[in-house]
């Protein structure tokens, strides 16, 4: 086993992190935290095991063990996959990588649906919603993009890192590999120590213009649509984790910026009864949040079955959970957000979602589809999103 251990008191410079992409190679994994970048490899594979399931399987398989279970698990929570890794390895986070037009290449692009077809589902979503059926669904759509050279996860890593994300590389099996870099936090538990950042209600950021990107921050934090959509979810989070908790502090919504989006954020923090819950104990309990999936969750998963799986999109692993647990049961899962399926080095499925309420423009839902590509697009140095 290597495990190689950044000290705490240790800066986080570029020297200390450059070296985990250079050691990268296919079939590693590679997730990165607000302090801390990790790459892990290791022989044993587990797949098919539910998230339900998940917990208890990695207490028998971690037991005695240093190292760490990390991977991904499908937005549905019936399967997963998730590497038992001995040879692990810490350092600081990844810094980000300003580049334009390096490894560029000319993509053909393909939305699936199409434009037309998912406002007309948002607008089945909304009425159904307005009928009474549910408060809250997501309704996600992707971007097939076919390119002419080989692009490879390292070049993606590279100008996904930075900026607080939680960047990931998982490989899924094949030539697939779920990568992207996630604004959300499922949530993470350190000893007793929990935390949660559920993010609903966004805008597109106009970082060109710094005046109209704070009236598009302040307009974002008043609106009264994405506030009621953020409390759906921020309530749920804290419902969730009050029975795990002797203590759980819920502010009031702040903004969160990344490089493309605004959005509504609740920073939870709790101190875990004793004995604690493990990461995926407390991940099992959240997935899936309204963020993702809508409120009420079984009504929310019977539209998303009927109006995804008429347009063709299956989720998989897209909106699911990636992360880490190590055998005292401290980890971290963030949400498989801005992301794709890396499925050869010329072809990508992106993913991006839109939460519909009663109050929602189905254009404006599909605009905010659109800014959520951006973060993969413009690692691959495409500027627009179909």
Not at 10 to 30: H, M, N, S, T
Not at 91 to 103: D, E, K, M, T, V
Not at 220 to 229: F, G, I, Q
Request: charged residues 20%; glycine residues 10%.
């Amino acid at each position: 086993m290597t495990l190689s251990l950044l000290p705490p008191e240790a800066p986080l410079v570029g020297e200390q992190v450059a070296p985990l992409i250079g050691q990268y190679r296919p079939g590693d994994i590679l997730m990165t935290g607000g302090s801390y970048s990790l790459l892990a490899r290791g022989e044993h594979v587990l797949t098919d095991i539910a998230l339900d399931d998940l917990s208890a399987t990695l207490a028998t398989r971690l037991d005695g063990h240093d190292g760490v279970a990390a991977g991904a698990i499908t937005f549905d929570a019936t399967s997963c996959r998730v590497t038992l890794c001995d040879d692990v390895h810490w350092a600081g986070p990844l810094s980000a990588r300003a580049c334009f037009g390096c490894g560029s290449t000319t993509w053909h692009i393909t939305p699936a649906p199409t434009e037309q077809d998912f406002v007309k589902a948002a607008q089945i979503a909304r009425d159904r919603i307005a009928g009474g059926d549910l408060d809250k669904v997501v309704l996600a759509r992707t971007l097939e993009l076919t390119g002419q050279r080989p692009v490879t996860v390292t070049d993606l890593l590279l100008h996904l890192g930075g900026r607080g994300a939680h960047t990931y590389a998982v490989p899924l099996g094949g030539e697939r590999t779920l990568i992207g870099a996630s604004p959300e936090l499922l949530v993470a538990r350190h000893g007793r120590t929990v935390t949660a950042n559920p993010l609903a209600g966004s805008a597109r950021r106009k970082p060109a213009d710094p005046h109209a990107d704070r009236a598009t921050a302040e307009r974002l934090l008043m609106s009264a649509k994405d506030r009621h959509e953020h409390r759906l979810v921020a309530d749920a989070v804290a419902a969730a984790l009050a029975p795990h908790c002797d203590h759980l502090h819920v502010p009031e919504p702040t903004l969160l910026a990344t490089p493309t989006m605004w959005h509504l954020s609740t920073p939870i923090t709790g101190r875990l009864a004793s004995p604690a819950a493990t990461s995926l104990e407390l991940a099992a309990a959240l997935h899936p949040t309204p963020a993702v999936c809508g409120t009420p969750a079984a009504a929310a998963r019977a539209l998303i079955a009927e109006l995804e799986g008429g347009m063709g999109v299956e989720r998989d692993f897209y909106a699911g959970l990636v992360g880490w647990q190590d055998a005292a049961g401290d980890g971290e899962w963030a949400i498989a957000l801005r992301g794709a399926v890396l499925q050869d080095r010329t072809r990508l499925r992106l993913y991006a979602g839109a939460g519909i309420v009663a109050t929602s423009d189905p254009d404006a839902e599909l605009a905010e589809t659109s800014a959520k590509f951006l973060t993969m697009l413009r690692a691959l140095h495409v500027r627009s999103a179909r």
